[in-house]
């Protein structure tokens, strides 16, 4: 059988830290531990944790590593993908800045210059 952490990952296809599945799972009330059902994949928090999780990758910079790429014609595709899901549970859609954002300053500071 197979959890709900499995099942989130395996519908995200790329690779996501397992604590940050844990966390989405969590802000959206679910255990990650408990089997997965039909029933749950239908539920409006499991949609929720998998268009949240999709919107991490968006937000990431553009890279490529083995056979995995994301840059910014695939994070428009993944950006519809969440929105769809978004407007299916009665949330509303997101959107991202067209310009770009580098971080300036040691790892623990969070500036942003735009």
Known sequence: MKTISQALKDE???PLGD???ENRLLSRGLNGEEIITVEIMADKPFKGAVADCLMSLIE???FSESDIKIDVVYKDLILKRANRLYAA???EEK???DQPKVR???P????VRH
């Open 12 to 14: 995200i296809h790329y």
């Open 19 to 21: 604590g940050f599945i």
């Open 60 to 62: 990431a910079p553009n």
């Open 89 to 91: 549970i009665g949330e």
């Open 95 to 97: 959107v991202i800045s």
């Open 104 to 106: 300036i300053g040691f």
């Open 108 to 111: 623990n500071t969070r500036y």
